[in-house]
């Protein structure tokens, strides 16, 4: 039982770092860290997405 347990522990792990999701977990830990208050989750994506798509990338498209 605890070899499935860490298999499916081990697939949500992936997904979640494939999908991005750890991200907002990391940037409110920080947040909390700081001492500030986070913004909204809509808010951090806005913003990813638009450094995602304004940043610099050395590829043709």
Do not use: I, K, N
Request: with cysteine.
């Amino acid at each position: 039982m605890t070899a499935l347990r860490r298999a499916v522990a081990g697939v949500r792990w992936y997904l979640r770092e494939f999908s991005g999701e750890s991200r907002w977990d990391a940037y409110v830990a920080a947040c909390a860290a700081d001492g500030t208050s986070p913004m909204s989750r809509r808010e951090f994506e806005r913003h990813r997405d638009h450094l995602r798509e304004h940043s610099a990338q050395g590829r043709c498209c």
